[in-house]
């Protein structure tokens, strides 16, 4: 069945240091990849994409995300988590002619 | 400002009552949807709507019924809902449900729910 596994409930990092999210899918052939932010009580907003091409696809709020064809992975990273960062984030995958299906979200938390 | 918006933000019903969410997309998109976001489980999709059509339905309970007068409004309608049923709900469209021509979907910023 089609899956998207976010390995990490809940991240804590100092404000200014890297961020790496990791997101696995299980797929039968290379899907649409997302990769969202949930502000509290607030809806979902896109943060980057990747259909084909280039597999470091660079994203809003200085997001990037790298697709690793050979690990079945689409991990979101930041050089300097900033504290506005806190946040829910949503991996999420499609098959093109099916529904996003949705990680479970990993909650990060910013300290100074 | 969203392309996509919900309405009211906030609600609570009792168990009897009936009330309805609204959504409006502003996008000029052909595909709106219905999202359910519950404490630690994954967003689940409950319904899909292209160009007015349901085309997908997920198992969702009878007590939720949804409506597309037009491309761009999108109902839920809530009866006789149980306490399980608090939870985020979530509207999003896109220009048409498949995705393989490089479309996005695009969320509301949600309706709270509260069943009492």
């Known amino acids: 069945a089609q899956s998207v596994t976010q390995p990490d409930i809940h991240i804590t990092v100092s404000e200014g240091a890297s961020l790496e999210l990791r997101c696995n899918y299980s797929?039968?052939?290379?899907?649409?990849l997302f990769w969202y932010v949930q502000s509290p009580g607030q809806g979902l907003q896109l943060l980057l994409k990747?259909?084909?091409?280039?597999?470091l696809v660079q994203g809003i709020k200085g997001f990037e995300a790298e697709f690793k064809r050979s690990q079945s992975s689409f991990n979101l990273r930041k050089p300097s988590v900033h504290w506005s960062d806190a946040a829910e984030y949503f991996c999420?995958?499609?098959?093109?002619?099916?529904?996003?299906?949705f990680g479970k979200g990993t909650r990060l938390s910013v300290i100074a | 400002e969203t392309g996509v918006t919900q309405t009211p933000r906030h609600l609570v019903m009792g168990m009897t009552n009936k009330k309805s969410l609204k959504c409006e997309q502003h996008?000029?998109?052909?595909?709106m949807y219905w999202y359910k976001q519950s404490a630690k489980k994954p967003l689940e999709l409950m319904f899909v709507?292209?160009?007015?059509?349901?085309?997908e339905n997920n198992s969702v309970p009878s007590r939720f019924s949804p409506e597309c007068p037009n491309s761009s409004h999108l109902f839920l309608h809530l009866h006789t809902l149980q306490p399980e049923d608090s939870a985020l709900y979530l509207c999003?469209?896109?220009?048409?449900?498949?995705?393989?021509?490089?479309?996005?979907?695009?969320f509301g910023e949600g309706s709270w729910l509260t069943v009492v």
């Open positions: 999003a469209s896109s220009q048409d449900p498949a995705l393989s021509r490089g479309n996005t979907i695009y």
């Open positions: 999420a995958a499609s098959g093109g002619n099916t529904p996003l299906v």
């Open positions: 709507y292209s160009l007015e059509e349901r085309v």
């Open positions: 990747y259909f084909s091409g280039d597999t």
């Open positions: 996008l000029g998109h052909n595909a």
């Open positions: 797929y039968g052939a290379t899907p649409y």
